[in-house]
């Protein structure tokens, strides 16, 4: 029989409250009635909506228990606290204090959650392991991610995101990392901070939690890596390890040959050769693979396991995946669903990528490009400049989502055609009346630029299984 997460006591203990009914022990722990299964402690969070207006309809779901501040808002089972987010940051610790899990934190201004699902799968294969779903990074998704790591868990990997400066340093000092990884400083949330070099301060934060004589990783490629180094070297790190393809790093990707489909190489690690594949689209997944492998070899994982687990990683929804897909037109089409996110580097990652695949006879490259948000008075500029890539790529039809997009439209060169459109319904009607047979099709841009709804939309209607290798 499977202990449970917590007992009614333990997280009464941890959390600081009052309990109602004592006789309760939870398998999870839920903030969302949504996704709430039978068993789990719901926690009432105060955010774009009172939790506690949803506590009644957890336990009819099946909670074991609600986490409130306001006990009346329902009948049941209740551990009543003084505020919920702050209770949900102690269950989080509890949870880390009792577990012996060397505990990884990943952070980044791309690549940062492909890189942490890499280290969870390398986890899992090593043993018992805990990882934040999805991209729960932010203010409660690092300490529901900590609060729900069970006690046995040998090895976890955290995820961390932020918007300015002083919230990764929040994060790590809750998490408490073993190894803290950086996995590249790229123009993001430029609005907010104003200069690259304070993004790479922000991200440089997740050093100041580290554990002593933990582990910083850094990206040794990286025009702001000697920044980071000073501030691991300001930290409690007792070893700096650096990866990519700089002569001198520890994990270093000596040669790497990228193809539609992903590609192969060699890499350097700690002076021992080793072979690598990956299934993964686009060279900058060597980088992203070399960076996996430094942050669990920190972790104590051997390397031959952690890159035996990376050659059968495939992207994920939103990242990468392949769809052959056939429009409500008939026409099929080739659909690389990269919509999750976007910024001008992983922008510039995707255009690399999609040049590795090569249309049949009579059929194009197309991008579906979102515009990129937060990137402050230098946007114009930023999005102008993605022309170069699309025509390194060899792109021929560009659908520009969103007013952001119209510099990008206005720099295509002649001879690559290129439409605007206001919002993503726009963008999905133009989409499905110029698509032909045989495009391959990139489709990527910010969350808020709505073009994943593009993708949601295409997919709905394939006729052919998704293909994501």
Known sequence: MTAPLWTAADAALAAGGRLTDGGWSATGVSIDTRTLQPGDLFVALKDARDGHDFARAALDKGAAAVLVSDPACCEGPRLVVDDTLDALRALGQGARLRSPAIRIGVTGSVGKTSVKEALAAILRANGPAHWSVASYN????????????????????FEMGMNHAGEIAALTAQVRPHVALITRIAPAHLENLGSMEAIAEAKAEIFTGLEVDGVAVIPADDDYAPRLRDAAMRSRAGFLFDFGFARAAAVRVLRYAPDGEGGAGEMDVMGRLRHFRLALPGAHQAVNAAGAVAASLAAGVDP?????????????????????VTLSSGRAVTLIDDSYNANPASMRAALSALAQRTPDAGARRVAVLGEMLELGPDAPALHAALAAPLAEAGVELVIGVGAGMSALIKA????????????????????????????????KGSNASGVHKIAAAVKSVRAAAPNEA
């Open 138 to 157: 932010n203010h409660w998704g690092v300490p529901l991610t900590l609060a729900r790591m069970p006690a046995d868990t040998r090895g976890a990997v």
């Open 412 to 443: 295509l060169p002649a001879g690559m055609e290129g439409v605007s459109a206001k919002d993503w319904n726009s963008g999905l009607e133009q989409f499905q009346a110029l698509a032909r047979q045989g495009d391959i099709v990139l489709i």
């Open 304 to 324: 031959e396991l952690a890159l035996e687990t990376l050659a059968g990683l495939t992207p994920g929804a939103g990242r990468g995946a392949r769809f052959d």
